[in-house]
């Protein structure tokens, strides 16, 4: 376990503050509150239901939340939709994967380029070299994202023809290509073997390394313990601990969350 | 299947020589079509608009999965663009290039107004939506005769003014020494011409950071939208591409025939367009194209085929009239046709791409 790991600097890069999010009369998220250091990986875990994927949406535009105020590298979130988000610096995969099942697994991490780069219509119809060179720009890094992940050969395929460990890091890649400061993964170890997850941990390692602080949303709480800084745990939508895992690992709450009262041991 | 796209890679003079083949086979095409009959010369034409008209719904349904049926009205806006600034109506009577622009330019109005509304609804809803406006805007043609006369309503618009390039009036016949070019002749190197245009912009469209943003939305919209693509704008986008292209068939429709009337703009028009796309292949602009092509002219084939022809030689003498046998066998052909190949003849194959990292420029 690396529970040693340095926590770099303790620069916020997402502060999340008093946050409430209500569906009818079921309270989802309530005074849910953490803030995640550039340079960390921030894991989120819980029991289901939780609340975890309604948090991960209200973060990434999907939902608005009822109250709270959320700040990215010191701005408030406001009036935000899932494309603002991304084009903010947040990117995310989906618990349930969602590819663009019919497209090639390079043109789908092309299409995560879109937000950074410009072509319009009239650039598409003339093709001038402004547009051929961004063209070109976009093949060749899609291409680099692929190669990053670990699927290079496999650029050609439709994306619904990879494995399931491949399509897990194709959306790892197409979020890489938004040029994200934030990567928010849901659930990314599921489905995976055990083979998979350890060049999973790897690669989210390099990912850290190169600058890009993570949130992870998780069940296996082995990966989650290996690999994260600090973690957050929710329980009925609200915060119930947050640390490094050592500690999460022993505190009474996030046990009796997890497997009733009347247990001491920790998970494991 | 050979690998076709492969071996042209390999051998791009063969490309070349292709391509004039091509070329020459569709100069070629209005002459001898004209020597079995001119009849034959104005449904190709006809053919060419379905397969613009084609083009510019596959936008809207091929590559942003926005079903729309009400694809025909972008066309009659065109039309009566063209007929009332080029007509005896108003007496307005401009160039074709000045109100061909006008007509796309107002039909991608029309087609952001249809958008505009529509932004949250997909599936069967959208497609209730885009018919009703179909229909609204026919109807909307049919009734604008007063009180300030607009469309002159079911009678229609007559003496459309034909199209003239350089001084040739494409509404007669021109000779050069022995050979005679007829209008509709013209009408066909013109439809071509724009036709050749219009296919190099959906090309381009679709290899683009634009086309791109559109298939992702037809995959999944919300994935789209995480991606940082302004779902909004691409679908306004896609909305108002498809329309021009159909306001510039329309254009041509109505100097084509030179009389326009609600009549030629009705829900089954929309209907067969989307068929079009659908059997050729949606999203796949050969498919579209090649669809568009046949479904415009084996209604037509049938209606001479059909008769003495066929029943002839089986029953020994015609028992069905023609007209009433054909659409039945139509209809048949496209139901085996679905059943078969539910993604249409070509169906919108992954973009290969060279694998290799492209060197550094």
Redesign the interface.
């Known amino acids: 376990m690396s529970d040693a790991a340095p926590i770099p600097a303790t620069v916020p890069i997402l502060e999340v503050k008093g946050i409430g999010k209500r569906f009818g009369g079921l309270v989802a998220l309530s005074e849910v509150s953490f803030s995640i250091n550039k340079g960390e990986i921030y894991g989120l875990i819980g029991p289901n239901g939780a609340g975890k994927t309604t948090l991960f949406n209200v973060l990434?535009g999907?939902y608005r939340q009822d109250e709270g105020e959320i700040r990215f590298e010191g701005n408030t979130l406001r009036n935000t939709?899932?494309?603002r988000?991304?084009?903010l610096g947040i990117?995310?995969t989906?618990q349930n994967i969602?590819?663009?099942?019919?497209?090639?697994a390079?043109?789908n991490v092309?299409?995560?380029?879109?937000?950074r780069?410009?072509?319009?219509?009239f650039?598409?119809?003339l093709?001038g070299p402004a547009?051929r060179?961004?063209?070109?720009a976009?093949?060749?890094r899609a291409?680099?994202l692929l190669?990053y992940v670990g699927i290079?050969?496999r650029?050609?395929?439709?994306a619904k023809q990879l494995s399931y460990g491949d399509q897990r890091r194709l959306e790892i890649a197409?979020?890489l290509?938004?040029d994200p400061r934030l990567l928010t993964l849901d659930e990314p170890a599921a489905g995976m073997n055990a083979t998979e997850k350890v060049e999973l941990r790897a690669l989210l390692e390099s990912i850290r390394k190169d600058g890009v602080t993570l949130l992870i949303i998780e069940h296996d709480v082995r990966l989650v313990m290996g690999l994260c800084d600090r973690v957050l745990v929710l329980d009925y939508g609200r915060n119930i601990a947050e640390g490094v895992p050592r500690a999460i690992q022993k505190d009474p709450r996030v046990i009796e969350a997890y497997l009733g009262t009347g247990h001491t041991a920790p998970p494991e | 299947m050979p690998d076709i796209a492969g071996a042209l890679r390999r051998h791009p003079q063969a490309r070349w020589i292709g391509l004039v083949l091509v070329a020459a086979a569709l100069i070629a095409l209005p002459l001898v079509l004209a020597t079995i009959g001119t009849a034959w010369v104005r449904i190709t034409n006809l053919a060419i608009l379905f397969v613009m008209l084609s083009l510019g719904l596959n936008i809207v349904v091929g590559f942003a999965g926005l079903l729309d049926l009400g694809y025909i009205a972008f066309y009659a806006v065109g039309a009566y663009v063209y007929a009332l600034l080029a007509g005896p109506h108003f007496n307005i009577h401009w160039p074709w290039w000045a109100i061909l622009p006008i007509g796309a330019a107002v039909a991608c109005l029309f087609g952001v107004l249809l958008g505009a509304p529509t932004l949250k609804l997909r599936g069967d809803y959208l497609a209730i939506v885009t018919l009703g406006f179909g229909e609204i805007v026919r109807i909307f043609l049919n009734n604008l005769s007063e009180p300030f006369n607009l469309t002159n309503g079911p009678k229609g618009l007559a003496t459309i003014d034909p199209i003239k390039v350089a001084g040739i009036d494409f509404a007669s016949t021109t000779r050069i020494g022995e050979l005679a070019i007829s209008g509709t002749i013209k009408y066909y190197y013109f439809l071509l011409a724009v036709l050749v245009l219009i296919i190099i912009l959906n090309l381009r469209l679709q290899d683009s950071r634009i086309g791109r943003a559109w298939e992702a939305i037809r995959e999944d919209e919300l994935a789209a939208r995480s991606m940082g693509i302004n779902t909004r704008n691409m679908k306004l986008l896609a909305f108002a591409m498809g329309a021009s292209f159909g306001g510039i068939a329309g254009g041509m429709f109505s100097s084509i025939q030179g009389f326009i009337s609600p009549e030629s703009f009705i829900l089954t028009e929309s209907v067969m367009v989307l068929s079009m796309v659908v059997l050729g292949g949606m999203g796949n602009i050969w498919g579209v194209v090649l669809g568009a092509i046949l479904l415009s002219f084996v209604p037509e084939i049938l209606r001479y085929t059909v008769g003495a022809d066929v029943q002839g030689r089986i029953f020994g003498r015609s028992l069905i009239d023609p007209e009433v046998i054909r659409m039945l066998l139509f209809g048949l052909a496209m139901v085996v046709m679905m059943l078969f190949r539910p993604a249409g003849i070509l169906p919108s194959a992954v973009r290969k791409r060279e694998l290799a990292v492209p060197k550094n420029e």
Do not use: C, Q, W, Y
């Not at chain 1, 969602?98 to 090639?104: E, Y």
């Not at chain 1, 092309?110 to 937000?115: E, N, T, W, Y």
């Not at chain 1, 060179?133 to 070109?136: H, P």
């Open positions: 990434t999907i939709t899932p494309d988000i991304a084009k990117a995310r989906f969602r590819l663009f099942a019919n497209l090639s390079l043109e092309m299409i995560g380029r879109h937000v780069t410009r072509a319009g219509v650039g598409a119809i093709r547009t060179a961004e063209e070109r976009i093949e060749k291409h680099e190669e290079g050969s650029g050609n395929e439709l197409r979020a290509a938004t």
